[in-house]
């Protein structure tokens, strides 16, 4: 009986050892056949994560897109008073009002396309297309490497190519794939507001003159500010010229700093950063024509209109233009 007893239980410990040993086996070919499926997965995460740039998560403040309201603002009521004081008006049929017309009009098209494409285009680093050995600069805000020139802007949420700055008239950074846009922006809304200004500017001179007249007729005796404001009120002439002057004078000023370092070849970061040793800077280069080529292409005929330059024909000199092949 003890002999029975005792097989049986060496029997058991048997098929208990043969279990445990089934069971390591098995669990160790699932480790092995998931260990492609968790590599796998590491690697899409980190495609995912270097994919995040072309996301932009913006941090937009409410005061930018008041700024945006308000340049829409200004832009339409310059191009209906232009309409309707000088375009509408059946005492002037000339051919030179015809041209005049069609110049404003196309003029002002090209501003809104400009404005659009600057508002809209990303400048985010194209991981999928870059060679790795050009991505020498790392970011510490996104954990990634990307190439010179480029720079993290804290409301776009992005690393952006060629970085210049942030602009709140278009709620995005200004950088390599949308400058041309927002360079053309600016020229075109210097010119639309001069043609706006010589063409309302003598009937805003008439209109000044018979409200000087009337307070004079009727014995009030008032100054010129105050006849400008009254009139303000009531005359299309004066705020149109007045919006025309205003918006032409600040894109103006903006403009004129924008140049003056789109001609050395330099942003407004990297004036900033090399400050009077701008000669140290590696990217400085004095020949304007040549920064001038980088900035607008190297086919005449769509130089000055907004059309996407073409950078495969342009001698790329630096390394960031590497990014966009």
Not at 133 to 160: A, F, Q, T, V, Y
Not at 173 to 201: A, D, H, M, P, R
Not at 218 to 247: A, E, W
Request: proline content about 3%; glycine content about 2%; overall charge positive.
């Amino acid at each position: 009986m003890f002999c029975y007893i005792y097989k049986i239980k060496n029997n058991l410990k048997f098929y208990n050892n043969l279990k445990k040993y089934i069971f390591k086996k098995i669990y160790i070919m699932e480790i092995n056949t998931q260990t492609p499926l968790i590599t796998e997965k590491v690697l899409e995460t980190e495609k995912e994560k270097k994919n995040q740039q072309s996301i932009p998560k913006k941090n937009i403040p409410i005061i930018h897109y008041s700024m945006l309201i308000l340049f829409y603002f200004i832009f339409f009521t310059i191009i209906y008073g232009i309409t309707k004081i000088y375009i509408l008006n059946k005492e002037e049929k000339t051919f030179l009002k015809i041209i005049i017309s069609i110049t404003f009009y196309l003029c002002s098209l090209i501003i809104l396309i400009c404005h659009y494409k600057s508002m809209t285009i990303n400048n985010s680093i194209n991981y999928s297309n870059n060679n790795n050995n050009i991505l020498n600069n790392h970011c510490n805000k996104c954990d990634m490497d990307r190439p010179e020139r480029s720079h993290h802007c804290r409301i776009c949420g992005i690393c952006n190519l060629k970085m210049d700055h942030h602009c709140p008239w278009i709620i995005n950074c200004v950088g390599e794939k949308n400058e041309k846009y927002f360079f053309l922006f600016l020229l075109y809304s210097i010119i639309g507001c001069l043609i706006s200004i010589i063409l309302t500017f003598n009937y805003f001179l008439n209109s000044l003159n018979q409200s000087r007249n009337y307070f004079n007729q009727n014995h009030i005796h008032i100054t010129f500010l105050q006849i400008l404001f009254r009139n303000f009120n009531n005359s299309l002439p004066t705020i149109t010229i007045f919006f025309s002057f205003v918006f032409g004078l600040s894109v103006f000023i903006i403009f004129y700093f924008h140049f003056t370092h789109l001609k050395i070849g330099l942003t407004t970061i990297e004036m900033e950063i090399y400050g009077n040793n701008l000669c140290d800077c590696p990217y400085y280069n004095e020949n304007w024509k040549e920064n001038l080529i980088k900035l607008l292409g190297n086919e005449p005929l769509k130089m000055f209109l907004p059309f996407e330059k073409n950078i495969n024909q342009i001698d790329l000199l630096e390394n960031d233009y590497k990014a966009l092949k």
